[in-house]
């Protein structure tokens, strides 16, 4: 290896010796920023493009900000807290993505008792649903 690249790697080790480095949080955080940017740059709003790169500007400041953060307590805590929001969200855009995929093949609904989501392939004709989850049973034409 070149003397320059080593001097360079151990440079960027001894700075970021003790610091907090990347996680999930920073990784969507950075996403977020590239998205917001985009849109920024699609829309033939300027007030709409103005705040976009705002957004995105303060996306990366933050991402770097805790990036080189020596807080590492405090990182992990947000890391966990966007985790654990992340799961709860991720469940609900995968279906609503399938359901979007699969609209030409299924009829979607819910059950009327307990709000379970429920999918019927289309052109079934008129069947009796039961409910996997409460076990309500009820008619429906797809
Ligand atoms: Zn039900």
């Known amino acids: 290896m070149q003397p320059f690249w080593m001097k360079f790697k151990a440079g ?6 003790g610091r907090y480095g990347p ?7 950075i996403w977020a920023s590239i998205i917001f940017n985009l849109i920024g740059g699609l829309s033939g709003n300027a007030a709409v493009s103005a705040a976009m790169n705002l957004l995105s500007s303060a996306g990366w400041v933050w991402a770097i900000w805790r990036l080189l953060s020596r807080n590492r307590q405090k990182r992990l805590a947000e890391n966990q807290w966007f985790l ?3 799961a709860k969200i991720k469940t ?4 609503a993505v399938a359901r979007f995929k699969n609209r030409k093949k299924y009829v979607y609904f819910t059950c009327p ?4 989501k429920l999918r019927l392939p289309r052109g079934v004709g008129n069947v ?6 409460c076990g309500h049973s009820f008619e429906k034409k797809a």
Do not use: Y
């Open 92 to 95: 609900p855009v995968m279906q």
């Open 128 to 133: 009796t649903v039961k409910c996997s989850k």
């Open 113 to 116: 008792e307990c709000r379970m």
């Open 12 to 17: 960027v080790a001894r700075f970021m010796q």
């Open 23 to 29: 996680d999930q949080l920073g990784l969507a955080t």
């Open 84 to 86: 654990t929001r992340w």
